[in-house]
């Protein structure tokens, strides 16, 4: 059987060795609540460098996902 988790860990590998700007392009396709998951299990340093690269308003639409789903984690 395939994890769930397992899968998504392993595309947080995949973004986390990519260039910024080239996982900026992809996670702007993918649906918001997906590419945030995906951005707050990347390391911070490289989730900044990768939102600064997104278009200004979908780094806000992934920013505000990405803040809602920290409030519910904790």
């Not at 910024?20 to 590419?35: G, S, W």
């Not at 951005?39 to 989730?47: A, G, T």
């Not at 308003?57 to 789903?69: D, K, P, Q």
């Amino acid at each position: 059987n395939i994890d769930p988790n397992e899968n998504v860990a392993r595309l947080v590998n995949v973004y986390d060795q990519m260039k910024p700007d080239h996982a900026a392009l992809v996670l702007a396709n993918l649906p918001p609540d997906f590419a945030a998951d995906i951005l707050i299990r990347i390391q911070p340093e490289h989730s900044a460098k990768i939102i600064a690269a997104v278009e200004p308003h979908h780094a806000a639409v992934l920013t505000s996902y990405m803040g809602s789903r920290q409030v519910r984690t904790q």
